[in-house]
């Protein structure tokens, strides 16, 4: 079988394959004798090239899209609101321009909240002092 | 990266190799023009890009070969009008040269009537003078099945000879 099989082989070897069409030589040809511009050599060197810039871009936008994803959509999240006790400070009565008299009070306390980001551990802290004045009018008899 | 093939003569070694290059080419295309145009644009392919680099350059073309084939089937669906055109032409125009011996001659239109997966194997092995190994890198196969299909593809061609000698 095997010796079929060479001389199948060898009869097969002795068969002439059509050649390509005058066409396909004459283009190889011109091909041939265009000046070289970019070689193999310098189209890895241009594909390398293109390669690395390409890659500094995806750095460069995904580090940008991170970092702008990161400050300007911060996730701060309510964690606790207060408020002091508030504080009175009372003064001297003294007279309106009807003639009445009265006693000014001040009232003074302080409101905080934060808010806290988990993903950061950042927290926002917002102070708020708040004050109000009042006269008490007096009584003289 | 030094040019392994500096001094090689492109143009006689495309005059030596081209007409087996075809007949490879042929395997994965439907007519006789599309050999031609897939053996131009990957010969010109492998000269611009791979003429370099060292070793046979047979097993590059190849390789290029059956990439611009199955870049032309895929392209193929698209085009019309000068496939159309051609269409007669892919069963008129034979693979081999005429033979003067009748056994040659039956042997060769035996050939383009095996299996194409048999037949690719046997193209390659004899005309792109590949090994088994390589045959079944370019066709994704393991090197077993492509010694299979070449047992196969003798056996079916010398029953495929036998029946057109008693025909």
Known sequence: ???????????????????????????????????????????????????????????????????????????YRLIGVTQTQPSLDVFNPVQLEDGTYARPVRIHWNRSAQWEDPSTQTRLIHYQPEEKLALIPLEIF | MSDAHAHQDWRAWF????ARLKLIARQWTRSDADADDVVQEAFVRFWKHQRHMPGNPNALVVTSIRRAALDLLRRSDRRTAREKAVAADTETVGWFEPEADPRLQSLAESLELLPAEQREVVVLKIWGELTFDEIGEQLTISPNTAASRWRYAMETLRKLITARTYE
């Open chain 2, 15 to 18: 005059a030596e190799n081209g």
């Open chain 1, 1 to 75: 079988m095997n010796e079929d099989n060479d001389h199948l082989e060898a009869a097969l070897r002795s068969l002439t394959p059509r050649a390509p069409g005058g066409h396909v030589v004459a283009a190889l040809h011109r091909e041939f004798d265009k000046p070289v511009t970019g070689d193999s050599r310098s189209w890895f060197l241009k594909a390398g090239l293109l390669w690395a810039g390409a890659m500094s871009v995806c750095f460069v936008v995904f580090w940008g899209f991170s970092f702008a994803r990161s400050g300007a959509v911060p996730d």
